[in-house]
Each structure stands twice: as C-alpha cells, then as structure tokens.
C-alpha cells in the first residue's frame, strides 16, 4: 500500500479528522467517491473522446 505501514495509515486518518472534522468526512469520502467514478468512466469509454481529438482546430 504506497510503502505505508499501519502506524503511518493511522497518523493520516488522524490528521484527515482533525482536518476536515468527523462530521464532514461522509460528504468528503462521497465527493471522492463520486469523483473517482467519474473518472473511470471517462478511461473506460475512450470512443467518445476521439471525436474531439479528430477535429481540426
């Protein structure tokens, strides 16, 4: 995992709830989510995007 081991894990899991607060995390962690997907949908469906890159600009 990225070289972290669990004490390292569990100092930035700390520091992301001093951050951004225990309540605020579910809406972090669903606007990462939601992000995230947005992506790979993006990388799964490449098909769309060569109609952008075949135009002459």
């Known amino acids: 995992m990225l070289g972290l081991g669990w004490p390292e894990v569990l100092v930035i899991l700390g520091v992301v709830v001093l951050v951004f607060g225990s309540k605020r995390i579910p809406e972090v962690g669903s606007a990462l989510g939601k992000t995230l997907r ?20």
Not at 38 to 57: A, N, Q, V
């Open 38 to 57: 947005g992506f790979k949908e993006e990388f799964d469906s490449p098909e769309e995007s060569e109609d952008f890159e075949d135009r002459d600009l």
